[in-house]
């Protein structure tokens, strides 16, 4: 019984026995797999700390390194930009500032250290808070023309991508440009730009007339023929592309205009400009050629004029008619034929009276009312001005303020009258650059310039307008004999 007690207990135990190491097992096995679970998971989490830790360590190491290379290159152009440069740095593991500050004397910023401290500044706000970024703020420097340099502080971002390996480059940021004469390290001011009194009453016709282009108004010329001239007090805003002018208070409408270097090519200082925007600005004479200019002066007259003009469209020659605004006032059809068949256009006054001694008042008169008439007939405003008998001063230059232009070969028409002398007399004195004289309301005259045409073109010469044969860079204040031959008026 015992045993039979024993035996199943025996065997219970012998049942058990087995039962008891697999039970341990079990919890063994799991002790095991949570233990290795666990190691994992320690070894693990440390492994993902560590890869990341390291990550960041090699990012910013890689940085570092790229960053030096990349400072360097900066260094080499810096010190090739022809800007003596005091570098200052901060530095830290994600960000890198450098700031260039030239040293050279004669730069035209008002608080150089303070412009490019701020421009830094703005750079790095606008830096992400994760970024590891070099900052590099410096003057750049441009040597525009031989007189001319172009600074601009500007401040450049380069962001590390670690993925890539590479900087990208960010948006630059820049100040406006700034452009100074080389001479002085100063800022261009209109006075640098217009030399002279003289070329800014050139700039005062050109305005006028631009004002008349841009207008509709038929009464527009009364008011632009009384515009105040502009001076070297007046509010320039300069570009090296173009030129605004505030102009002084007037009845046009027009407060401030902006005029293209090509229109005032004449009156600057070309080395103040890109020299793109005046390229093909003025018109050049051949060395190679010989020029001659046939003026007319007088007219216009219904019984001689158009006769001419006729003759002139045959030969396709262009002449310069310097008209007596009475004459263009009764003759209006003839003056709007002329421009329109491609001759010039000048004052020769409204009464054909001395301008020398008379009043202010009264050479006002005489040259607004001829504007305002070749002005009506026309659409232009003459620019060029011949005085009555040649005769001028340095009063009746300022306030007539164009340029005044002479002869070098007169044919003495209005003396002799005589087709025959008045074709030797030209074509015997006729030289290169020379602005000949001739009166188209004399018959004779005009019988006399098929001959003349004939003659010069046979020598060689080509016949042109008073601006082309001057390159329109004639100016007021001074007075035009022939090419070569220009003098101030005193
Ligand atoms: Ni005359």
Redesign the pocket.
Known sequence: MNKSTYEPSRSRRRNSQPQKPNQSNKGKNLFTLLSILFVLGVFGGGYWIFTIKNNEVMATEHFADNAKVLLADIQEERDQSGLANKKTIDSSDQLKVVVYTPQKANLPFEDLEKDLQTITEKNKEQTKKDEMAVIVSKVTLRHLTDQMDRYQIISERYRWNEAKREFIKEETLEDSPLYASQQTGKMITAKDLIPSEADLLGIQQVIQQKILDQSDDKTMIDKVLALPAISFDSEFTYSPEKLTVVLPKNDTGVDKITLDYKEIAAFINTEFVDPSTIEGALPTLDPNKKYAALTF??GPNPATTPKLLDILKEKNVKATFFMIGENVTANKEIAKRIHEEGHEVGS?TYT?TPLPGLSQEQIQTEVRKTDKAIFEATGVLPQNIRA??GAVDVKTARITAKPFIEWSVDSADWQTKNTESIKRQVLSQTYNGTLILM?DIHPETVDAVPAIIDGLQKEGYELVTVDTLLSSRQKPLHQYFGVGDERVVD
């Open positions: 002066d007088d020769h054909h009555p008998y009166h």
